[in-house]
């Protein structure tokens, strides 16, 4: 065994474990992520941290949404308009959804986007726990409710109990309709800026004699370090801190790889191998030793993820570590061999 380890280079060593810690700390961060947002999006019951109650009164004008709608899609994007229904059987809600707000885990099918959330047919996203109350007719899923029928146009929920799998969307115009125009909403938006523009286009469009009680808020500029660490980006911006260390540790590694390489270079050059053939060698040890690190990371990951709940690693993120791993050990490794030329260190 030791004489095993002294045929390795000790830059192999180091190399190996840098990427190897690199690949755990991404796999790692990325599933806690979003085991913490999926946690976060149940207890909100699908809301963000940015929206806002109001209410529509005194419009006589059911179809007057139809009117409205047009215009606030125009100006605005990434916000989503719930019309909570009253239900005692069913933890029922209207969408309409436009842009990126917040989307739940889905079993199957798709969520809510422009749209099918603003639409003639009636159309139904289930909460997992109601699919089997649901009938397929003609080849399609459908859901009936007050006597209308629904198209099924996908299946949410999480493998553990939680609220989203009792929770039911319908597109916006079958709620308003079941509802009527003159009641509770919920505004809410992929962030602070778009709540209050947003807020405030409402206010206006739903002018006299009907009302919009919403607070029409006033922009806030946050300091970019206090965004840079609010409770919606911290998860992030903690996670890029911890790649950048790991990052940094790895370019030293690199160069102390490259250096303890440098006789073997100054040979290959000797025998009168071309500079793009000598790059070439240094790539297909570097990334193998990469490889071998992803997956040994990747190993550990599963091995920590069989005795934790809160780890789930999925193939997505395989695939983004992967590419993460390789495109992070490229930068480095060019950034590296290209100072080495440059100082004449190689």
Known sequence: MNLFLKKIPKGNILLYISFTAIS???????????AERKNDMSQRTLYTRHYESFSIVDSDDELQWEKVMPELEDGNDNFAIYVPIKDESIILRGIYVKGE????????????????????????????????????????LYYRYEGTDFLVIGVMGTKEDSKLNNMCFIDFKSAVKISGINTSYVLDTKNKSYLYDVANDIYIFFSSPASALINTMEREDRPYIEELFSADNIMD????????????????????????????????????????????????????????SFISGLLLVYAISENSSVIDVIPYDV????????????????????????????
């Open 24 to 34: 755990m700390c991404f796999l790692l961060v990325v599933s806690t992520i979003r």
């Open 101 to 140: 707000v917040i989307t739940p885990p889905m079993i199957s099918g798709k969520y809510f986007d422009v749209s099918t959330s603003w639409t003639d047919e009636p159309k139904i996203v289930l909460g997992k726990e109601h699919e089997k109350d649901a009938v397929i007719r003609n080849g399609k």
């Open 237 to 292: 911006t903690l996670y890029v801190m911890i790649l950048m260390s790991f990052a940094l540790s790895t370019v030293i590694v690199t160069f102390i790889w490259l250096a303890q390489r440098k006789q073997l270079f100054f040979a290959w050059k000797l025998c009168g191998y071309k500079e793009s053939m000598v790059c070439l060698e240094i790539s297909k040890r570097f990334y193998l030793v990469a490889v071998i």
């Open 319 to 346: 695939i983004k570590g992967f590419v993460m791993t390789v495109g992070l050990g490229t930068v480095i490794l060019f950034g590296c061999y290209m100072i080495n030329r440059r100082y004449n260190i190689i």
